[in-house]
């Protein structure tokens, strides 16, 4: 593959909005994970969930896109100067040659239960949320396409946790085959009752703080979050995108392959993408919900894939699991690794289960990373994995 420069990108998590809130977490160890406070129904469970979304100032131009879902994306896009870099890119490029390539698993499903939820006595939605864009997988991909000015391809992936990694992988097609000259990559999701009570009703919810790998983890905290980044052929690079692998092993709805099949297939073909050797690797951002079956199935592909120098940690027990916004959020997070030599621990955790291997760090630590990892494990089978650099191969 032929390297792509990142050049932007931004976070917006429960830790706060922006990179540098988001890096300063990760450092400090302190997590954003609360005791929940979204849904009206009680749901003894955590939450990652963003402050400021509902007192956002909402644009009058953009009337027909609200709800908390694209509040939140206008929310991230705004931040660490992400728009002002994709107007820069679109006066080189042109508005047409820039894709949007973005994530989401519910995009804004929330707006539809509430719109349900408050049926008239003729059985139609009231008449604020009578807005058909609004109540479609695409809502977020046609707002931000509006909201950022872009003409060039928009398109929706919805591979449930591993939406907005797939992205990466989309965009660098787009750009290889010359139909565009870069890419706004992303994802986005928002806390909504469907989600929580979706998962509860499996029995993946916890009622603490996730502790993944930990041997006493007992469930996933559920997240929101909207993660951006900027890729061009060349340019000024922050870092540099330079391999992807994606796998789909289809073995459950719900769960991973028994032997990881799908998760060591989507690495192999990231490293053999990227022209690297499991060794060359410095860091990994683990998929790691602190479900039972992810998180051991996830630790022995690592320990049998990669050498006990390479750190890997999961950093849910900052964020929670932002779903289909965790692929992006956990590339970003790779970002501020190699910019800042910094490699995250796994908050929340005090003992590792005996299944994990020597890669899988409860500490954080301050040493070089010139190449990091981030895994993304979706239901159904649905892999991804993403490299970055910090210097072009």
Known sequence: MTPLAVTAYTATTAVGVGTAALAAALRDGRGGLRPNDFTQAPLATYIGRVDGVETLEWPAAFAAWECRNNRLAWLGAGADGFAAAVAAARRRHGA??????????????????????????????????????????????????????????????????????????????????????????????????????????????SGEPCRPFDVTRSGISIGEAAGFALLERDGDAQAWFIGHGESSDAHHMSSPHPEGLGARLALEAALERAGLVPAAVDYINLHGTASQKNDEIEAAVVAAMFPPGVAASSTKGWTGHTLGAAGVVEAVICLLAIRDGFRPGTLNSSKLDPACGPQIRIAGAHAPVAVALTESFGFGGNNCVLAFAGRRP
């Open 96 to 205: 047409a040659r820039i894709a949007l390539v973005v994530g989401t698993s519910t995009s804004s499903i929330g707006a539809s239960e509430e719109a349900y939820a408050r049926l008239g006595p003729d059985g139609r939605f009231p008449p604020d949320l009578d807005r058909p864009v609004v109540h479609q997988p695409h809502s977020l991909g046609v707002f931000l396409a509006e909201a950022l000015g872009l003409d060039g391809p928009c398109v929706t992936v919805s591979t449930a946790c591993s939406s907005s990694a797939k992205v990466f992988a989309y965009a660098e097609r787009l750009i290889r085959l010359g139909l565009v000259d870069a890419a706004v990559v992303g994802g986005v999701d928002t806390l909504c009752g469907s989600v929580l009570f979706g998962f509860h009703s499996l029995a993946l919810t």
